[in-house]
C-alpha cells in the first residue's frame, strides 16, 4: 500500500492542502479584514458592506483584485466583527457559467449570516473568541461508543424540565436534564442532524411545510441560527456560535461527545433554475457536475452535486471540517451521501479520492471520528464496505438482515407455516458483519443501526406494514417502500394485548440485537420511548408534535428505556461484546473476540444448522482477548421463532457457570443473576434473546 505522504501519492492527487487556497474567506488581522474569494471564471468580484441595521443599504463596494490560483482579494478595516457584507461576481456567458454581476451572494466560507428576505442572506464577520475553559473532548475509543442520533429542536421541545426559554435550542440539548437522560441511557455521543445553515425548498413552502431535518445546506460554516435562543439570535451570528459552543463545552464536560450530520453533496441551490445564492453564482462550472453543455448531473436526487473533483470544492469541504473540528471542538462528522464527495472528474467513486484520502491523513482532523453514508443515487452509488481504513459507514445490511430476521421472516412463517431463511446470515451480521468489511478494517468499521432519522422508528417497524405518508404532499409516493416492517396482525395503533405484547417483545429483540452486535451501535432518539410517527417514514417535512420527542410515558415505555439502559451498561461491562479486530481461526488476536457457535442442543453449529429455515436458534458464546486486564466471556442465545423452545446449554472447557443477566422476553429486565450450570436445560420464549456471562 502506497503511503499517503510519499511522492508517489502526492504526484497522484491534486494538492487540496496548496497555500494558494490557504486562508480564505475573512480573515481579521490587527484591525483589517482580508477577503478571499476563488472563483476561476469570474472576470469581476465586488464586495459589497451593508448597513447594521438595514440589510437593504449598501454603505460601500469594493473591488477584489485577482491573486492567482483563481483567488480574489481585498483588505479593509470595514471587514471588523459583526460586519454584514455580500459578493457579487460578473463573468462570461458560456455554458455552465450562471455569472451575474448584480445578484448578492453569500461569501462560501461566512462564519454569520442573517437574513434580509426570502433567498435573501448577508454574511456577517465573526470573531468567535470563547473561552474554553481547560475542557478537552473526550476522545472515547469506537468500541466503546454508542451513538444516539437526534435533532437538536426535537430533543428538547417538549421537555418539560427544560425552561421554555431553552425549548429546542442548542442550549437546551446542554441543559442538565437533558445530560441527565443521555448519561443515564448509556450513550458515549450525540449525533445532531444538520446544524450548518439550511433553509426550506420553495415547494415545501407553497405547501405549507418546512425542510424539518436540515438536509439542504446554505452554508458550510454558519450554524443554523433558528436553533438558537431568542435572546441570542437578537443578538446576532457571534451570539449564535457562541451557543452552539457552550453546548459542546457543556456535553464535554459530562464525558458526551457531538457528532454532526454534515451535508456536504449537494446545496440548498436545487436544480438549475432554482436559487443562485452562493456556488451557482460564484463558478457554477466549477462548484457543480455537470455536463459539456452545463446540465447537471444529480447523484444525490436533491437537485445538484458538489463537484469535489475541482481542488477548491473539495478545499471547502476540507476547511469547513477543520473549522468545526478545531474551533468549534466537534468530536467527528457523519457524511451524508458520502459516496457523492468520493466521485472523481468522470463521477466514478473510488475510495482513493484525494478528498477522502485528505480527511483521513489531515493532522487537523486526527482522532476525529469519520463515519460515511456510504451511498448516493448515481450510477455506482450503493458503497457499503467499500471505503478505506480509517472510515466507519453506516450499515444498511445489517439494518435489513436484522429486520428481516426478528420481523419480515416472523411474518412469512404465519403465512406460509415456516420461516423463510435459515440463522446464518443473522449471526454475520451479530459478529461484526465481516463478509462487508476486511480485516485491516475490523467490526468498528460498522455503524450499526436499525432505525434511523429517516424511516419508520422502532415503534411504527413493529406496527405498520406499510408508510403512512399523506401528509408529506407527495401522494404518499415520498419514503421508501421495502420497509421490512411487520405489524404483527394490525395496522397502526390497537387496543389487543397479545399483539401489543408481541409488539414489545420485538423492540426488545431489536434493540438488544442492535446492542449485543459487534460494531458500533447507534439509537435513533426517541426509540428507547417507543416514539411514533404515525407511520411517516420520511418525516422531513414536519416541525411538529409528530417529530418532537415526548417526554410523557406509559409505564411500559419506561420498561423499554430501562432495557436500553441495562443493555448499554452490559456492553460496557463486558468487552467480549465489542471487539476492535475479527478473530481468525486458530490465531490469538488481541483486541479481538474468539466466537464459538452451539446449536440449540448445545453442540457445535453445523453446516446445514447455518442455512436451513428448520434451525432457528443459536448459541454464540465470545470470548475477549484483551492486551491487559482480566478475561472476559458471554454466552446469547437467539431464537427465532415464535415457538417456545428448550436449550442445552454447551459444554466447554474451563466453563463452569452461566450467569443470566438479561432477556428480551422480559417486560422489565430483571437482575436476580440466576446461576445455570453447562448441560443445563434453559426455557426459551418464541422469539427472544438471552444473555448470560460465562464464568
Not at 419506561?558 to 432495557?563: G, I, M, Q, V, Y
Amino acid at each position: 500500500m502506497v503511503s499517503p505522504d510519499s511522492d508517489l501519492a502526492v504526484a497522484a492527487r491534486p494538492d487540496l492542502l496548496r497555500a494558494g487556497l490557504d486562508d480564505l474567506g475573512v480573515t481579521l488581522r490587527d484591525g483589517v479584514g482580508t477577503l478571499r474569494v476563488w472563483s476561476e471564471h469570474a472576470d469581476s468580484v465586488e464586495l459589497v458592506l451593508f448597513d447594521g441595521t438595514d440589510l437593504d443599504w449598501a454603505i460601500d463596494e469594493l473591488a477584489l483584485a485577482p491573486t492567482g490560483d483563481g483567488v480574489w482579494e481585498v483588505s479593509t478595516p470595514q471587514l471588523r466583527p459583526g460586519a454584514r457584507y455580500a459578493i457579487r461576481v460578473g463573468g462570461p456567458h458560456a455554458p455552465g457559467n450562471m455569472f451575474n454581476d448584480r445578484s448578492l451572494l453569500v461569501e462560501p466560507y461566512s462564519r454569520g449570516l442573517v437574513k434580509g428576505g426570502f433567498d435573501d442572506w448577508r454574511s456577517v464577520v465573526v470573531d468567535g473568541g470563547f473561552d474554553w475553559g481547560g475542557v478537552r473532548k473526550p476522545d472515547i475509543p469506537m468500541d466503546r461508543t454508542v451513538i444516539y442520533e437526534g435533532h437538536v429542536k426535537g430533543l428538547t421541545k417538549r421537555h418539560p424540565l427544560v425552561p421554555p426559554a431553552l425549548h429546542g435550542t442548542y442550549a437546551g440539548l446542554a441543559h442538565p436534564a437533558m445530560i441527565e437522560h443521555l448519561l443515564s441511557l448509556g450513550v458515549t455521543a450525540v449525533q445532531l442532524l444538520p446544524i450548518h445553515a439550511f433553509a426550506s425548498e420553495p415547494r415545501l413552502l407553497q405547501l405549507g411545510l418546512t425542510n424539518y431535518w436540515g438536509y439542504n445546506t446554505l452554508n458550510f460554516f454558519t450554524p443554523h441560527a433558528p436553533y438558537a435562543t431568542e435572546a441570542n439570535r437578537r443578538e446576532g451570528p457571534e451570539a449564535v456560535l457562541r451557543e452552539v459552543k457552550g453546548m459542546v463545552k457543556l456535553l464535554h464536560e459530562a464525558g458526551l461527545e457531538v457528532l454532526m450530520d454534515v451535508v456536504y453533496n449537494h446545496t440548498a441551490e436545487e436544480s438549475i433554475g432554482g436559487p443562485r445564492t452562493s456556488l451557482r453564482g460564484i463558478d457554477n462550472r466549477s462548484y457543480y457536475r455537470q455536463q459539456d453543455d452545463g446540465a447537471y448531473i444529480d447523484v444525490t436526487g436533491c437537485g445538484n452535486s458538489l463537484n469535489t473533483s475541482t481542488d477548491a470544492s473539495a478545499r471547502l469541504v476540507l476547511d469547513s471540517l477543520r473549522y468545526w473540528a478545531n474551533e468549534v471542538q466537534i468530536d467527528g462528522f457523519r457524511f451524508d451521501l458520502a459516496v457523492t464527495l468520493g466521485r472523481d472528474a468522470s463521477h466514478t467513486f473510488t475510495p482513493e479520492h484525494p478528498l477522502l484520502r485528505t480527511i483521513l491523513d489531515d493532522p487537523a482532523l486526527a482522532g476525529v471520528k469519520k463515519i460515511a453514508e456510504p451511498w448516493d443515487v448515481g450510477m455506482g452509488g450503493w458503497q457499503t464496505g467499500n471505503f478505506g481504513d480509517g472510515w466507519s459507514e453506516w450499515n444498511d445490511r445489517y439494518r435489513d438482515r436484522v429486520r428481516n430476521f426478528w420481523l419480515s421472516d416472523i411474518d412469512y412463517a404465519r403465512r406460509a407455516s415456516g420461516p423463510p431463511v435459515g440463522i446464518g446470515g443473522f449471526a454475520t451480521r451479530l459478529a461484526g458483519s465481516s463478509n462487508t468489511f476486511s480485516a485491516e478494517r475490523g467490526p468498528l468499521a460498522s455503524v450499526n443501526f436499525v432505525t434511523a432519522h429517516d424511516g419508520f422508528t422502532l415503534r411504527d417497524l413493529v406496527s405498520y406494514d406499510v408508510k403512512h405518508n399523506i401528509g408529506n404532499g407527495e401522494h404518499n409516493r415520498d419514503g421508501a417502500d421495502t420497509n421490512r416492517s411487520f405489524n404483527h396482525g394490525g395496522e397502526g395503533p390497537t387496543n389487543d394485548p397479545a399483539i401489543l405484547a408481541t409488539r414489545r417483545k420485538a423492540m426488545r429483540n431489536l434493540l438488544g440485537t442492535l446492542l449485543l452486535s459487534s460494531g458500533v451501535p447507534m439509537i435513533t432518539a426517541g426509540d428507547e420511548f417507543a416514539r411514533s410517527q404515525r407511520g411517516n417514514n420520511n418525516a422531513y417535512c414536519h416541525d411538529s408534535a409528530l417529530t418532537w420527542l415526548t417526554w410523557d410515558h406509559a409505564p411500559w415505555q419506561e420498561e423499554l428505556a430501562a432495557h436500553v439502559r441495562t443493555l448499554t451498561r452490559l456492553r460496557r461491562e463486558n468487552p467480549a461484546l465489542r471487539p476492535q479486530r475479527f478473530a481468525s481461526a486458530g490465531e490469538r488476536i488481541v483486541g479481538a473476540s474468539e466466537m464459538e457457535w452451539y446449536d440449540a442442543s448445545g453442540q457445535t453449529m453445523a453446516g446445514e444448522a447455518w442455512t436451513s429455515p428448520a434451525h432457528r436458534t443459536l448459541q454464540y458464546v465470545a470470548a475477549s482477548t484483551l492486551a491487559e486486564g482480566a478475561p472476559n466471556r458471554i454466552l446469547l442465545i437467539v431464537h427465532g421463532t415464535e415457538q417456545p423452545t428448550e436449550v442445552t446449554l454447551p459444554e466447554i472447557d474451563g466453563v463452569e457457570r452461566y450467569a443470566s443477566v438479561w432477556c428480551s422476553a422480559e417486560e422489565t429486565p430483571e437482575d436476580d443473576r440466576s446461576v445455570y450450570a453447562p448441560g443445563d436445560v434453559v426455557a426459551v420464549a418464541g422469539t427472544s434473546m438471552h444473555l448470560f456471562v460465562v464464568a
